[in-house]
C-alpha cells in the first residue's frame, strides 16, 4: 500500500507513529511525506527527521520549511565571535525571516545534537526530491509539497521551477493534468474558506491534504490505493 502525509510542522513524533500504525503501515508499505516536516510546533521535528533517515520504505519530499533550514545552514558552522560578524545583511534577513516562520524551534533543537548528527540531517535534507512520480491502480500521480506554479498542460513537471514546486498557492478553480493526479500539501485547506476545515479537497486533477497541523490540527495519512482516510481523534491519545 501507498499512503502519503503533509505538512507535520513539528507534530509529536509519538503521535505520528501511532497514526502509521492505526492506518496498519507496515514493512511491505510505503510513506511519502510531502514536505514541512519541521518548525512551528514541539522539538521542529527534529525527532521525526532523526527516524526518518533510517526509514528504507519512507520517503520524504521537498517543502519549503526543509528548503529555508537548509539555506540558512551556515548556522551551523564553527560560530565565533570574527564569523558573527561577518554574516552578509542578506544572511541575516535569510535567518530572521526562517525564524519568524518558526523556524526558531527547530533551530534550537538541532543546536542540541551533536556537530556530526547536524550534518548527516542536513545531507539527509539535501538528497531529498522535489517531486515524486508512481502509478497506483492504474492511474499515474504525482506527489509534490505546494501542487505546480505556473501550470501549463504542456510542460513537464522535470521543467517546474523550485518555486512552482515549493511555494506556489493554488486556486481552488485551478486544473492540473487531466490524465495525472497531483498530490500535494503547503496550502491549509482551510485557507480555501471554513466548510473546508479539517478535510481533505479532492478535485478531478488535484487533492490538497495539508489539513493545518502547523497550526494545532490533526494530520491526516491518506491511502493511496483506496483514498481512505486516518487521523486521530482527541480522545484518540
Not at 505538512?7 to 507513529?17: K, S, T, V
Not at 543546536?111 to 547536524?118: A, E, M, N, R
Not at 504542456?154 to 521551477?161: A, G
Not at 474558506?193 to 479532492?202: S, W
Request: proline share 3%; hydrophobic share 35%.
Amino acid at each position: 500500500m501507498h499512503y502519503v502525509i503533509s505538512d507535520l510542522h513539528g507534530y509529536h513524533h509519538e503521535r505520528f507513529l501511532k497514526l502509521l500504525d492505526k492506518a496498519g503501515f507496515g514493512p511491505d508499505d510505503s510513506l511519502y511525506i510531502l514536505g514541512d516536516v519541521i518548525d512551528r510546533n514541539g522539538d521542529g521535528g527534529v525527532e521525526t527527521l532523526q527516524w526518518l533517515m533510517y526509514q528504507y520504505n519512507v520517503d520524504l519530499i521537498m517543502g519549503n520549511h526543509e528548503a529555508m533550514l537548509l539555506a540558512n545552514s551556515f548556522v551551523f558552522d564553527e560560530i565565533t565571535e570574527s564569523s558573527l560578524a561577518a554574516l552578509t545583511a542578506e544572511q541575516i534577513d535569510s535567518l530572521t525571516r526562517y525564524q519568524l516562520d518558526g523556524g526558531d524551534v527547530t533551530l534550537k533543537a538541532m543546536h542540541k545534537l551533536p556537530k556530526t548528527t547536524q550534518q548527516d540531517i542536513l545531507d539527509y535534507l539535501r538528497d531529498c526530491p522535489l517531486y515524486h512520480t508512481l502509478e497506483v491502480g492504474g492511474r499515474e500521480m504525482i506527489l509534490v509539497h505546494a501542487g505546480l506554479g505556473n501550470f501549463s498542460p504542456d510542460r513537464k513537471i522535470e521543467d517546474y521551477t523550485v518555486d512552482d514546486l515549493l511555494w506556489s498557492w493554488p486556486e481552488i478553480t485551478d486544473r492540473y493534468y487531466s490524465k495525472i493526479l497531483t498530490i500535494f500539501g503547503h496550502t491549509p485547506t482551510l485557507a480555501y474558506g471554513n466548510e473546508y476545515e479539517n478535510k481533505i479537497i479532492r478535485t478531478d486533477t488535484w487533492i490538497d491534504i495539508d489539513m493545518g497541523a502547523g497550526f494545532g490540527r490533526e494530520p491526516v495519512l491518506l491511502r493511496l490505493e483506496d483514498m481512505a482516510e486516518f487521523r486521530h481523534k482527541p480522545s484518540d491519545i
